[in-house]
Every structure is written in C-alpha cells, then in structure tokens.
C-alpha cells in the first residue's frame, strides 16, 4: 500500500508552521529576503537558546534533498543573513540530518509519532522543533535580513509566489502618505529611496503642474493601478497598523491568523 502523504504540498507545511512558530512568539514573514518563511524573535519568544530579534531563514521541501540543503548554504560573499539557517520538511533520516547539522542547519520536522511501539503512526506536527536550537550553529553577519517593519501575509510554499520585497513595502507606503497628504513631490521619492521613473513610465502618477520649492508635485493616479492598488494585502495591513492602538493590534494579529487558517482550508 502507498504511504499517504501527511502534507499535500509546501504551502500547506508552512501554514501549519507558521502557526507553530507564531505561538512560541515568533515573527513570520513569508516569502521574504530569499526565504520561505524568515522568523523573527519577539521580545517574549519561548524559544530556548535565541535572543530577541534572532531570525531564522527557513527553506521548505516536501523531501530532504541536496537542493534544499543547497538553498540553505550562505553565499561566499554573503554579508546580510539570518542567525541560523533552516530546512522544513514532513521526515528526516538520521544521515540528512547528520550532514544539515555539519552544514550548521537546524532541521524542522513538520511530523511526530503518535505513540510508541510497532503500532505507532507518523501524524502531522513539529515535536520539539523551534522549541530550543543549540547556539553552536548561529551564524553573524555583518547586518540581519530585511523584513518589513509589520507583519505581512502571503502564500509561501506556492511554484509563483508573490514575494514581499522592500520596493513593494516602501512604494506602497508611498502611495499612502502621498493620498493622504493629497500630493506627492520628487523630493519624497528621493527620501523613500525609490526611482520615479518607473512611476512616470506606468502613468501611476499626475503632474500637477505645480511646485513644492524645486520638486514638482504630482497625484496618484488609481485609474492606472498603482503599488497600493496592485498590493491591496500591503496596503491593507500597513494602513491599519498606523492606526491601531496595542489592543486593537492584538486583536488584528489574531484575525489575521485566522484569515490564514481559512485561506489554506478553502
């Protein structure tokens, strides 16, 4: 009889681990800075041997392979990266994770037994990972991954996924300081480090044909789909967060969560 698979795809594996590593007091930011999912200790984080604000860079496969271990190794001239690199898979060999470990990667098993003997079954679940990790693996770097300054959500896992990349963050806020402030000048592209050409070019914005001392002053243009119509989730989430109080964040962190809960059950 063919073994049943226990997760139908990585985008299924990282949900749940997500999850997992949201209620030890994690950060997740999906599909961010090369990773699957990138995870940032919060300042009360359960985790044994990390520090608040450690991150770990996590590479999912349905399968332990050389290629995911391939993603795994920092590049020879890397100076940016996480404090520990990390591989997701459902099962693990003991000669996978012999060799992961002399690469200095943490292994997270996304199954457990369901209990002992002959009679046990592999069922879904994460044991003891992300529950301590052993310091001599931590990596320094001259400086962390980038992740954006709230938590945003997309599909991870997924053959086309919509990564989260700074551009994508700043342009978006962009376009929201600039509709609520009513205009927007090169001298806040300059600021935001982002090029305006492209914005031009994609008719995103409206010459006013006025000035704000040397810097023309400029509209958005919805009617051309700009950053903040095309990431609605972005603009959605970084919109809120400027408005909520701590309760009220709480509260929407644990909607969000759920909406990813739903999404994946849909």
């Not at 949201?22 to 044994?48: I, N, R």
């Not at 349905?62 to 990266?81: A, C, D, F, M, W």
């Not at 964040?249 to 990813?260: A, V």
Request: glycine share 8%.
């Amino acid at each position: 009889m063919k073994k049943a698979k226990l997760y139908t795809d990585e985008k299924e594996l990282c949900v749940d681990f997500a999850e997992h590593a949201k209620s030890l007091g994690w950060k997740v930011f999906p599909e961010t800075s090369g990773c699957d999912l990138l995870l940032v200790a919060g300042d009360g984080v359960k985790t044994v041997g990390v520090d608040a604000g450690d991150q770990v860079g996590v590479q999912a496969k349905l399968k332990g392979n050389l290629e995911v271990l391939r993603q795994s190794i920092p590049g020879p001239h890397q100076t940016s990266g996480p404090a520990y690199q990390a591989v997701l898979i459902p099962e693990v060999t003991p000669d996978f994770e012999y060799i992961a470990r002399e690469l200095r990667i943490l292994v997270f098993k996304g199954s457990t037994n369901n209990g002992w003997g002959p009679a046990s079954k592999k069922i879904k679940g994460f044991g003891t990972s992300l529950i301590w990790v052993p310091r001599d693996l931590k990596l320094y770097y001259d400086a962390p991954l980038w992740h954006p300054d709230v938590e945003l959500w997309t599909d991870p896992g997924v053959s086309s996924p919509k990564s989260i990349t700074p551009w994508k963050v700043n342009s978006v806020r962009l376009c929201l300081d600039a509709i609520e402030r009513g205009h927007v000048t090169t001298a806040h592209f300059r600021e935001a480090r982002i090029s305006i050409k492209r914005w031009i070019d994609n008719k995103w914005l409206k010459d006013t044909g006025e000035r704000v001392g040397k810097s023309k002053r400029y509209v958005i243009n919805d009617a051309t789909r700009p950053p903040h119509v095309l990431y609605p989730e972005i603009a959605a989430k970084i919109g809120r967060d400027n408005s909520l109080n701590e309760v009220e964040q709480e509260e929407h962190n644990r909607i969000l969560s759920q909406r990813i809960r739903d999404r994946w059950s849909r």
